[in-house]
């Protein structure tokens, strides 16, 4: 196996509103840095992180759930948190294991009761953290008033990182604001997206 160095090493964890795509998320990036080669589907629980028989029969997490993947040289640990509030005490039992925290959101709910509540479970914990706006390729997603609202309730340290080229059905990438770089997701990546979605 191989041996990584502390500074080659993260814990992130994904916390966020039931059903914002913490799950989902987990998976794309599984099949993305090569751990999976299929990308499995909440629908069909065929998901890494809810192997569960109970998460696979009612399509939610129920216990924190940890996978790996690397990415340039770095060993990432990741760990899919449930955000149905039955399930707090994983949730937040979650946050001690991790070193940064990414609070998922749906940019077709914006700000919901689950987001308010990973806030305030990520600032008990004093972690760093990072938003995410998830589901940019929905119908009605609207990524500009998620931020709108975020900022409103939680500052205006709020800052986007990237923003989204193309809404709805037609999203295809992403500009990175600092370094002025974009990404287009090419047809492979939109069609194994669209076959998640499906
Ligand atoms: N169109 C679209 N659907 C998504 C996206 N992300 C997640 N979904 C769907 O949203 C639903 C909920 O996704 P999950 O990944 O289970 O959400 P979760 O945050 O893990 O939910 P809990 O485990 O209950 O906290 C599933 O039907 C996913 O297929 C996305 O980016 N686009
Ligand atoms: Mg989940």
Redesign the pocket.
């Known amino acids: 196996m191989k041996k990584y160095s502390v500074n080659n090493l993260r814990n992130v964890g994904f916390i966020?509103?039931?059903?914002?795509?913490?799950?989902?998320?987990t998976e794309a990036i599984l099949y993305y840095t090569k751990v999976v080669d299929r990308f499995g589907?909440?629908?069909d629980g065929s998901?890494v992180s809810?192997y569960d028989i109970e998460e696979k029969k009612r399509?939610?997490?129920i216990a924190s759930s940890l996978a790996s993947c690397e990415w340039k040289n770095t060993k990432i640990n990741l760990v899919?948190m449930?955000?149905?509030f039955d399930f707090v005490g994983e949730t937040m039992e979650g946050l001690r294991a991790v070193d940064v925290a990414i609070i998922?959101l749906s940019s077709v709910s914006g700000v919901q009761v689950g987001a308010e509540k990973s806030w305030s479970g990520v600032n008990k914990s004093k972690l760093p953290r990072a938003f995410y706006i998830?589901?940019?390729?929905?119908e009605n997603s609207n990524f500009d008033k998620t931020l709108a609202e975020l900022k409103e309730k939680f500052g205006m340290s709020v800052v986007p990182i990237q923003y989204p080229i193309g809404t709805e059905n037609n999203f295809k990438g992403i500009v990175n604001v600092i370094s002025g770089k974009a990404k287009i997701m090419n047809n492979k990546v939109r069609a194994a997206k669209q076959h998640?979605?499906a």
């Open positions: 966020g509103h039931s059903g914002s795509g913490k799950t989902t998320l589907k909440i629908e998901t809810d399509k939610i997490s899919d449930p955000g149905y998922v998830n589901k940019l390729d929905r998640a979605d």
